[in-house]
Nanobody, 122 residues
Framework: QVQLVESGGGLVQAGGSLRLSCAAS????????MGWYRQAPGKQRELVAT???????NYADSVKGRFTISRDNAKNTVSLQMNSLKPEDTAVYYC????????????????WGQGTLVTVSS
């Protein structure tokens, strides 16, 4: 029942910036960890960044220093600020969250968004 909707993807030139957002809704009780993942053509989905409810962050080495993950617990959102973008950042970016919902109020369950495409040109 819980849904995650990403937004903010698009086409940007190398060296530019883009900000992705993800909003959770639908029977939510609480959200624990949240994160961003990406999948480039011909590659497996990989972790980009995660953030705990207490705001502890973790980044893939490839984006460390360029990307920043943040969350707003009151609004049930998570964002990814992407700076100094490179062509190799081109991928579909997916939002993920561990949630407790009305459907399953006694355990956390992982849910995924539909993905948003980021294309970085040179």
């Amino acid at each position: 029942q819980v849904q995650l909707v990403e937004s903010g993807g698009g086409l940007v030139q190398a060296g530019g910036s883009l900000r992705l957002s993800c909003a959770a809704s639908g029977g939510l009780i609480t959200i624990n960890a949240m994160g961003w993942y990406r999948q480039a053509p011909g590659k497996q989905r990989e972790l980009v960044a995660t953030i705990s409810r207490g705001a502890t962050t973790n980044y893939a080495d490839s984006v460390k220093g360029r990307f920043t993950i943040s969350r707003d617990n009151a609004k049930n959102t998570v964002s990814l600020q992407m700076n100094s973008l490179k062509p190799e950042d081109t991928a579909v970016y997916y939002c993920n969250a561990d949630v407790k919902s009305v459907r399953d109020p006694y355990r956390y369950q992982g849910v995924w968004g539909q993905g948003t495409l980021v294309t970085v040109s040179s």
